[in-house]
Antibody, heavy 124, light 108 residues
Framework: DVHLVESGGGLVQPGRSLRLSCLGS????????MSWVRQAPGKGLEWVGF??????????EIATSVKGRFAISRDDSQNIVHLQMNSLKTEDTAVYYC???????????????WGQGTLVTVSS | EIVLTQSPGTLSLSPGERATLSCRAS???????LAWHQQKPGQAPRLLIF???TRATDIPDRFSGSGSGTDFTLTISALEPEDFAVYYC?????????FGQGTKVEIK
């Protein structure tokens, strides 16, 4: 079974940084595109970004709303994907979900399996 | 950026009834790369449908997706108690990926 566990959330002051991690198990981690999606309290889902597998160059794409502040990286030897969040704003407060693509192909649906999420609260 | 508009915002139905949810895109979605996700309160979302019409693994066949281009539909043929939830459409044909605002299916 695919298992994704996010960690690193918590309370952080505006302007500070936080790094989220997502540990994957039950699959060959390096073969899959990994994404982050967030959900502000009581709101809908917002795509944050993804990182492709090394097979497809490991390219990343980041949402315009967080571009320049957030970055995604992966360590396939540890089965981990990270979301580095800098210059945090109060509007970044959300549950952050890690997801795995449905299959390992280039044209796979991005958001196949979801973790349970980790809450990030940005407040002074 | 592709804007996805879901309707209705809320659907009030009884168990056993048919649910029809709509998702309209502001421009053609490449290769019909449209997915539907279900989210129950306090839970992570779950992928139901991808490629507009293909059910994900272990998704019951009462869930079906249809449509192409800019107009897509999720149909639940006969609502079970566990189907009352929020449903989001999402496109993955273009970047940035985008979601609709969600349709809540509630018990009437």
């Amino acid at each position: 079974d695919v298992h994704l566990v996010e960690s690193g959330g918590g309370l952080v002051q505006p302007g500070r940084s936080l790094r989220l991690s997502c540990l994957g198990s039950g699959f060959t981690f390096g073969d899959y595109l990994m994404s982050w999606v967030r959900q502000a309290p009581g709101k809908g889902l917002e795509w944050v970004g993804f990182i492709r597998s090394k097979t497809y160059g490991g390219a990343t794409e980041i949402a315009t709303s967080v571009k320049g502040r957030f970055a995604i990286s992966r360590d396939d030897s540890q089965n981990i994907v990270h979301l580095q969040m800098n210059s945090l704003k109060t509007e970044d407060t959300a549950v952050y979900y890690c997801t795995r693509a449905y299959s390992d192909g280039f044209y796979s649906a991005d958001l196949g399996s979801w973790g349970q999420g980790t809450l990030v609260t940005v407040s002074s | 950026e592709i804007v996805l508009t879901q309707s209705p915002g809320t659907l009030s139905l009884s168990p056993g009834e048919r649910a029809t949810l709509s998702c309209r895109a502001s421009q053609t979605i490449i290769r019909n790369y449209l997915a539907w996700h279900q989210q129950k309160p306090g839970q992570a979302p779950r992928l139901l449908i991808f490629g507009a019409t293909t059910r994900a693994t272990d998704i019951p066949d009462r869930f079906s997706g249809s449509g192409s281009g800019t107009d897509f539909t999720l149909t639940i043929s006969a609502l079970e108690p566990e189907d009352f939830a929020v449903y989001y459409c999402q496109q993955y044909g273009n970047s940035p990926r985008t979601f609709g605002q969600g349709t809540k299916v509630e018990i009437k």
